[in-house]
């Protein structure tokens, strides 16, 4: 499995940012996903997930400002940021909303035993 994470960079207090995500090594419309940010210090939270149907939700911090969305024909899952405030400042990561295990061949693997790099945004105040 491969989770290919950019988008990030340094912007200013009320600015926007667009992340992508492209998920290899599964059929990724089969599965909810969602985009996780883990500050430093801080455990990683889940922030937005988008159901393989297209039905989102959000934690209550970002609601409001940030939208998921998802185009299955590109392997690819969005995360839309805008009015950014400085404590949105994390590492961001894409992987299923959830868990999983899945069965590829004759093996089999845990989606959260794997994260890629992530995309760094940093909110300057």
């Known amino acids: 499995v491969q989770l290919q994470a950019s988008g990030g960079g340094l912007v200013q207090a009320g600015g926007s940012l667009r992340l992508s995500c492209v998920a290899s090594g599964y059929t990724f419309s089969y599965y909810d996903m969602g985009w996780y940010r883990q500050a430093p210090g801080k455990q990683r939270e889940l922030v937005a997930s988008?159901?393989?149907?297209?039905?989102?939700s959000y934690e209550d911090s970002v609601k409001g400002r940030f939208t998921i969305s998802r185009d299955n024909a590109k392997n690819t899952v969005y995360l839309q940021m805008s009015s950014l405030k400085s404590e949105d400042t994390a590492v961001y990561y894409c992987?299923?909303?959830?868990?999983?295990?899945?069965?590829?061949?004759?093996?089999?693997?845990?989606?959260?035993?794997?994260w890629g790099q992530g995309t760094q945004v940093t909110v300057s105040s």
């Open positions: 992987n299923t909303a959830r868990p999983l295990r899945i069965y590829n061949g004759g093996s089999n693997y845990n989606t959260h035993d794997h």
């Open positions: 988008i159901s393989s149907g297209g039905s989102t």
